[in-house]
């Protein structure tokens, strides 16, 4: 039923239901109202008295009534009378009767009395008849229809049958709109998954040599690098029944639901073999069992349990194959990652350059970008941007493109985008004033060790432009291979850190130095930690010095235990405090040397407001030598090959 037409119908059944009420009442009134009149207008001839029943019969022994009139069904009767003591006058008397009694029939027939019976007048039978059956058939469908209306709401009544199955989204023939072709900065992954494809499109190529076809694919890494993307390409090739769901839909109130939404998943399935169930987040359903204080929640333990039997089990499910991800491989229970049910776990990492560059390629196919403006820039631009990263720095960079009413993007929306995405919006310029100077060298105390100190990354822009909740920002341009970072260059990075503590600490004094280098210190504390704890790079040696850090969450230990004593704890607090002391002393003279080049520098960033990488390096080489910054340079693949 239309939904224009249910609100119509809950306005009509509660006006009826008033209607027919009225009806039934003002039906029984004037029912009453006539046979009253009926009754009354036999006496209007002359004034009509009240005598009891009682004394009616006495009247009726002594041969002192002449005729009755009976009304209402034998209710009352009006009685014509003779007085003796007034000259046998006529008098016409009411009474009230207990019914229309044989008895008293027989006593007037006796008596010689005449009498009249008088049907009392009411409305025809059939409309009786319909009004008093209308009024329970309306009331019987009304409460249907909302029945019906309940039924079919999500939660109602009806659904109740319904909790067990499952929710999965069904495409006999799948058609995503993506393809492989559309997914580009995984090469690693995409060839796994073909093979899955393969798998499914030539069986006998594989059954040839005695392979058997997996039954389970694990995609993990971090959000945004194009897990749910690879599914929807292997559900656009495979042309195969294709099931999609996310772990939460396993996951109800009642326990018990869950368990069943699996089996009922499995059996549309086998139905439906050869065929591919995607299970996206399936860290909801596959967390650790027994994990958290005073054990699991029961509910997802049964879920788990039986998804672990379908995908495993005595019975077997030959032809499914099952495609899960998640962000979170640490917390899924083991059983689950165990061969059998996920033969294959398939890495999705942050791309690289030339990743980066592939998928720059795939979202710029409708974008409209200027002559001087390269993807190869771009992609140098963003290192540890994933595939939604580069997606959204693109959009973004096309709406700053329509705001400033151009027709290309160019490098400036570029970067614009990238300072949006990482720093956040670009907020007001501050007035010249103190405030403004205390950032400019701030920032430039930064910029100025990260120039100077050899394995430190190059500076790549300097601005006092407020942005998010930083009053002023410096970037670095990291080098892509990031994998492998050497003591040298976690203390140059220590360095670069303090470089705006430093500067304010030379320029206003130690009384004046300012909380904007908390997060820097912060951050200070955490590298020089790692370097002692874990990296083994201080003079305890080259051991692991981390307590166990696992989540309660997680089901492991309430208590995060160390191993260490108290006399090691003490010497590695020793040890962080003479990393970060000598990584400052040494910043504080860099900083010294180089007051001239730092005023210099600050009395430009003031009146500009922003400085890039070579052109800060360009005035500050005026001033001292900057040292040779080894790098990596990527080989980027031809562009028109």
């Keep these: 039923m239309d939904k224009k037409w249910k609100v119509i119908a809950l306005w009509v059944l509660p006006i009826t239901i008033v209607i027919l009420i009225t009806w039934q009442i003002l039906g029984s009134a004037t029912n009453n109202q006539v046979n009253q009149t ?19 019969l006495d009247y009726v022994e002594s041969g002192r009534v002449t ?7 034998g209710r009352n009767a009006i009685v014509e009378s003779v007085d003796p003591e007034i000259d046998n006058r006529v008098q016409r008397l009411r009474v009230d009767l207990p019914g229309l009694a044989p008895e008293l029939i027989s006593s007037l027939k006796e008596e010689g009395i005449s009498f009249d019976i008088h049907p009392p007048k009411t409305a025809p039978a059939g409309i009786g008849i319909l009004g008093n059956l209308l009024f329970p058939l309306i009331l019987i469908g009304g409460l249907i229809l909302l029945s019906r209306r309940s039924n079919s709401m999500p939660g109602g009544p009806g659904q109740a049958m319904q909790f067990g199955k499952t929710k999965a989204r069904f495409a006999m023939e ?27 499109k030539q069986p006998e190529r594989f059954t040839s040599v005695g392979a058997q076809i997996p039954r389970g694919v694990l995609l993990v890494g971090p959000p945004g690098t194009g897990k749910t993307l690879l599914a929807k390409a ?67 333990e049964q879920t788990l349990n039986q998804l672990l039997t379908e995908m495993d089990g005595f019975e077997g499910n030959s032809g499914i194959i099952i495609i899960a991800a998640t962000n979170r491989p640490d917390v899924l229970d083991s059983a689950l990652m165990r061969p059998g049910r996920f033969d294959r776990q398939v890495t999705v990492d942050a791309p690289d350059i030339s990743g980066r560059l592939s998928i720059l390629k795939v979202h710029s196919r409708n974008k409209k970008l200027e002559k001087d403006l390269t993807l190869e820039s771009i992609a140098r631009r963003t290192p540890g941007f994933t595939g939604a990263d580069l997606a959204n720095l693109l959009n973004e960079a096309a709406i700053l493109t329509a705001r400033r009413r151009k027709n290309k993007i160019g490098l400036s929306e570029i970067d614009d985008a990238v300072d949006r995405i990482i ?54 341009s990291p080098d892509d291979d990031q994998t492998l ?48 704890t874990r990296f083994g790079m201080s003079s305890l040696g080259p051991v692991s010095l981390e307590g166990d850090s696992q989540e309660v969450f997680v089901g492991r230990s309430l208590m995060n235990t160390s191993d260490i004593s108290e006399e090691i704890s003490k010497q590695i607090d020793e040890q962080v405090r003479s ?14 040397k180089n007051r001239s080049a ?36 990527p080989v980027l693949p031809d562009p028109e090959k």
């Excluded at 109130?253 to 139905?271: H, I, N, T, W």
């Excluded at 100190?453 to 432009?465: A, G, L």
Aim: aromatic share 6%; charged share 25%.
């Design 579 to 592: 990393i970060v002391k000598k990584c400052y002393d040494e910043t504080l003279e860099l900083v010294a």
């Design 38 to 56: 009926a009754s009354s207008s036999a006496s209007r001839t002359a004034p009509v008295g009240k005598i009891s029943y009682g004394r009616f």
């Design 598 to 633: 730092m005023d210099k520098l600050v009395e430009i960033l003031i009146e500009k407001e922003t400085m890039d990488g070579d052109e800060f390096c360009k005035i500050l080489s005026n001033y001292t030598d900057i040292p040779e910054k080894d790098r990596f340079i």
């Design 67 to 73: 005729s009755v009139d009976i009304y209402e069904g």
């Design 174 to 200: 799948a058609q995503t709109g993506v393809k492989f072709d559309d997914v580009a900065g995984v090469n690693e992954a995409k060839q796994d998954l073909e093979e899955v494809v393969t798998f499914l």
């Design 234 to 300: 292997i559900a656009g090739e495979a042309g195969v029944p294709f099931f999609s769901l996310s772990g939460s839909e396993f996951v109800e109130m009642f326990v018990g639901v869950g368990a069943s939404r699996v089996r009922d998943l499995f059996k549309r399935a086998k139905e439906n073999s050869p065929c591919l169930i995607f299970i996206d987040e399936i860290d909801a359903v596959g967390r650790q069992r027994g994990a958290g204080i005073g054990g699991g929640n029961d509910e997802r």
């Design 485 to 532: 970072i050497s003591r040298a260059q976690l203390k140059a990075r220590i360095m670069g850190a303090l470089g705006g503590r430093a500067a304010e600490d030379i320029i206003f004094g130690r009384e004046e130095v300012t909380t904007g280098a908390g997060g820097d210190v912060q951050m200070v504390a955490s590298m020089a930690r790692q370097m002692v």
């Design 423 to 476: 720093a956040g919006m670009e907020g007001t310029p501050l007035v010249d004033g103190r405030s403004k100077r205390l950032i400019a060298y701030h920032e430039v105390g930064h910029a100025l060790i990260g120039s100077l100190v050899k394995d430190h990354d190059p500076v790549q822009k300097v601005t006092v432009i407020p942005r998010g909740q930083a009053q002023g920002l410096t970037w670095f």
